[in-house]
């Protein structure tokens, strides 16, 4: 997360789509991609793309997004989850994936909310969602807690314009789901571009870190 900044973000019910967003993350530059939670079956997809990315993607961390309960947690760390990311803060979850080892990252919207989380050692946190509390959270919360890391999610899109706001107010990394994923891309299963844009935005982050 620290090292490339971009967290992709992505369901989809078919898997040779959701099969060919990963891989066309993953030829853009991206190394870690979480799938969402979202609809039935998901865990079968998430089987699938697992054993798929274990082939074709070998560097690609992949994780699960959208989880609510400890069950679900354990359930898709058993599949091959390398990571977990809740919209809310749980302690259940905490406890299932810190078990294992697990990085998980929970969604958080006030500075108590960060100092839990970190107590139950949660190494970067979710800001969810992003765009109801904007960059200026993000600095204010890193002035008393410079140690905090955290993650946007929601309210991130792929302009340098909002990048640079949001990695200069202090972000560890974004997490970045419609605004890079389109609708547009999944429908016209326009592989190529998302391979582009994803370049593009690495290319932005790159620059705005150095």
């Given at each position: 997360m620290e090292k490339t900044g971009l967290v992709p973000?992505?369901?989809?019910?078919?898997?040779?789509?959701?099969?060919?967003?990963?891989?066309?993350?993953?030829?853009?530059?991206?190394?870690?991609?979480?799938?969402?939670?979202?609809?039935?079956?998901?865990?079968?997809?998430?089987?699938?793309?697992?054993?798929?990315?274990?082939?074709?993607?070998?560097?690609?961390?992949?994780?699960?997004?959208s989880v609510t309960d400890a069950a679900t947690a354990s359930h898709y760390m058993n599949i091959g989850a390398s990571f977990v990311v809740t919209p809310v803060f749980r302690e259940?979850?905490?406890?299932?994936?810190?078990?294992?080892?697990?990085?998980?990252?929970?969604?958080?919207?006030?500075?108590?909310?960060?100092?839990?989380?970190?107590?139950?050692?949660?190494?970067?946190?979710?800001?969810?969602?992003?765009?109801?509390?904007?960059?200026?959270?993000?600095?204010?919360?890193?002035?008393?807690?410079?140690?905090?890391?955290?993650?946007?999610t929601g309210g991130v899109d792929t302009s340098e314009e909002n990048l640079k706001a949001w990695f200069d107010a202090g972000a560890t990394c974004v997490g970045m789901g419609s605004k890079l994923i389109t609708k547009e891309i999944v429908a016209d299963k326009n592989y190529n571009l998302l391979e582009n844009k994803v370049k593009e935005v690495m290319t932005i982050i790159n620059s705005i870190r150095k």
């Open positions: 973000l992505f369901y989809h019910q078919d898997i040779d789509i959701a099969k060919n967003v990963v891989k066309a993350c993953y030829d853009g530059g991206a190394r870690l991609l979480e799938f969402t939670h979202r609809g039935l079956f998901a865990q079968e997809v998430f089987n699938e793309l697992s054993k798929y990315c274990a082939v074709n993607c070998p560097d690609m961390i992949l994780g699960v997004g259940d979850i905490a406890i299932v994936c810190n078990r294992k080892k697990i990085l998980w990252s929970p969604g958080c919207g006030s500075l108590t909310e960060i100092a839990k989380a970190e107590e139950y050692g949660c190494e970067v946190v979710k800001l969810f969602p992003g765009d109801v509390y904007g960059p200026g959270f993000i600095k204010a919360a890193k002035a008393p807690q410079p140690w905090t890391k955290i993650m946007p």
